[in-house]
């Protein structure tokens, strides 16, 4: 069964680094999302790219943050520089968007530390 | 804003038991619904969807229903096994909206 896959599954950086956080959504899915989860906390909606831009973004996704897809399967997150409440697991979904499916699915998710 | 709250918090229950997990949400607005499990440390797994004109959904030993004037959900799950364990997740996708708005979870123990 086709799934969406992420890595890394741990990153750890430094407060002040970039990361990039890599996503292979399923193949001809149009829909790509980043959600987050603060440990304890619920997921959280980031941004939402349909067509080659960004289609959605909450109050979370600020100048900071940025995202690509720079192939025809990788789905990127950039954080340009980390802070500490920047430490999350992030996941990545697609979705169809084909008009028979609705189901969002979610990838396994990279745990994002700041020190 | 929409707010999905999902009661109760934990749940602990005897293997064999049927549960009802419940999800509730403000706003009636709502494009569909999806369940979703995780597990410790893990990612999503979809184990439901239902659109916002139905009523019910199953799929083996769950049922989801949804009552979208009164702004509620529920998961019914039948002869619980210790494999079901893992947090249960309701997220909620807007009339007009792309992305889901997470519930708080209810964490599910069943004892053997």
């Known amino acids: 069964e086709p799934e969406v896959t992420q890595t890394p599954s741990h990153q750890v950086t430094q407060m002040g680094q970039e990361v990039i956080l890599r996503c292979v959504p399923i193949s001809n899915h149009l829909y790509f999302y980043w959600y987050r989860q603060i440990l304890g906390q619920k997921v959280e909606f980031l941004v939402s790219?349909?067509?080659?831009?960004?289609?959605?973004k909450s109050e979370i996704f600020d100048d900071q943050f940025s995202v690509e897809r720079p192939d025809g399967s990788n789905f990127t997150l950039k954080i340009r520089s980390t802070k500490l409440e920047d430490s999350a697991m992030y996941f990545c979904?697609?979705?169809?968007?084909?008009?028979?499916?609705?189901?969002?699915?979610f990838g396994p998710g990279t745990r994002l530390t700041v020190l | 804003k929409q707010e999905v709250t999902q009661i109760p918090a934990a749940l602990s229950v005897p293997e064999g038991e049927n549960l009802v997990l419940n999800c509730s949400f403000t706003?009636?607005?709502?494009?569909?619904l999806q369940w979703f499990r995780q597990d410790p440390g893990k990612g999503l797994t979809s184990l439901l969807l239902?659109?916002?004109?139905?009523r019910e959904q199953t799929s083996g030993r769950l049922n989801a229903s949804l009552d979208k004037s009164s702004g509620r959900s529920t998961l019914y799950i039948a002869a619980s096994q210790p494999g079901d364990s893992a947090t249960y997740l309701c997220?909620?996708?807007?009339?007009?909206?792309?992305?889901?708005?997470f519930g708080t979870g209810t964490r599910l123990t069943v004892i053997p």
């Open positions: 997220a909620v996708r807007q009339t007009g909206a792309n992305n889901l708005f």
């Open positions: 706003d009636s607005a709502i494009y569909n």
């Open positions: 790219f349909y067509n080659n831009e960004i289609s959605e």
């Open positions: 979904a697609s979705r169809g968007g084909d008009g028979i499916t609705d189901t969002q699915y």
């Open positions: 239902i659109q916002s004109s139905q």
